[in-house]
């Protein structure tokens, strides 16, 4: 059985606000990856905005923070 005695401390608020604030720093690693390396094994030629993994995975977590914010 996990035991999580240690995070009875910690408020409702303060941990949504610490899960919205990993999720808005992943966010911001995400947009530094570079955009050669998003497109790796897609030729110049046939890059299209949906296969930008970038978007991709803003998107999953604009969601996610979406979700978190609301409950």
Do not use: C, Q
């Not at 035991?3 to 947009?31: C, P, Q």
């Not at 110049?44 to 949906?50: F, G, S």
């Not at 978007?55 to 914010?69: H, K, P, R």
Request: proline letters at 1%; charged letters at 20%; hydrophobic letters at 60%.
């Amino acid at each position: 059985m996990l035991n999580f005695d240690w995070l009875l401390g910690v408020s409702m608020e303060s941990a949504k606000l610490i899960f919205l604030i990993l999720f808005v720093v992943i966010g911001i690693l995400v947009l530094l990856i570079p955009n050669d390396r998003v497109f790796e094994g897609v030729e110049k030629e046939d890059r299209r905005w949906w296969n930008n993994l970038k978007l991709w995975s803003l998107t999953i977590l604009a969601v996610l923070f979406m979700t978190y914010y609301a409950f």
